[in-house]
């Protein structure tokens, strides 16, 4: 039982590069989230989903697309990478009961 | 107005000292509560769920004042091992939202 991963770990992007970070859960959970977490922000929602082939905005959502073709995978994109999108990404998946399990973690940084 | 406000501290407290931590919350329409830990350069991980008639494991304390909307975390007998950041989150009663504090961070000093 993994809990929740997240690809790749660290990542340096250009200005206008796109990338695709990836979110894997293997506990079952309905329920994923995209957070970014910036010095002083504190963890904003970018995007989240409530199941297989739903996904809805969060507080920060400009930039970024998502999608949740499979029940335990939820990705993550940015098509034209900025540098005010540097940031530690972190996924999440929830159980109703217990809150929210993060992921390790992505740090991204947009030169 | 934020939906969650803490302290940010920094608090350092030597070993074996108690410490609390208070956190605000702007929505009364609020209904879950939580205290996560976070590590330098980690991921958030779940402390603790915070209920109406307060809720003790092991050395930690959270307790919950809805008529003031506020939560606390209480760590008793410090450990070096505590030192880290912590979250004070809040879920409203409807949607799918979790909205977290920008954490407070404690030192324990030896």
Same mark, same amino acid.
């Not at chain 1, 293997?26 to 309905?30: A, F, G, I, V």
């Not at chain 2, 929505?27 to 209904?31: I, K, L, R, Y």
């Given at each position: 039982n993994a809990g929740v991963t997240q690809t790749p770990k660290f990542r340096v992007l250009k200005t206008g590069q796109s990338m695709t970070l990836l979110c894997a859960q293997?506990?079952?959970?309905?329920y994923m989230y995209w957070y970014r977490q910036d010095p002083g922000m504190g963890l904003r929602l970018i995007h989240y989903s409530v199941g297989e082939g739903t996904t809805a905005k969060g507080e920060v959502p400009d930039g970024y697309n998502v999608s949740r073709?499979?029940?335990q995978n939820f990705l993550l994109g940015l098509e034209s990478a900025a540098p005010s999108q540097t940031s530690v990404y972190f996924c999440a998946s929830r159980d109703e009961a217990r809150g929210e399990y993060f992921g390790p973690g992505t740090r991204l940084t947009v030169t | 107005r934020k939906e969650v406000e803490q302290d940010p501290g920094p608090f350092n407290v030597p070993e074996g000292a108690t410490v609390a931590f208070n956190c605000t919350y702007s929505? !009364?329409? !609020?209904?879950s509560f939580f205290w996560y830990r976070q590590d330098c350069r980690k991921e958030p991980k779940l402390l603790m769920s915070v209920y109406s008639s307060g809720n003790e494991d092991g050395r930690f304390t959270a307790q919950l004042n809805r008529a003031s909307q506020y939560i606390s975390l209480l760590i008793r007998d410090s450990k070096l091992s505590d030192s880290a950041t912590y979250l004070c989150v809040v879920k409203r009663n409807t949607g799918y939202q979790f909205y977290f504090g920008t954490g407070t961070s404690l030192t324990v000093i030896p």
């Open positions: 293997d506990m079952n959970h309905e073709l499979k029940k | 929505n !009364s329409a !609020s209904q």
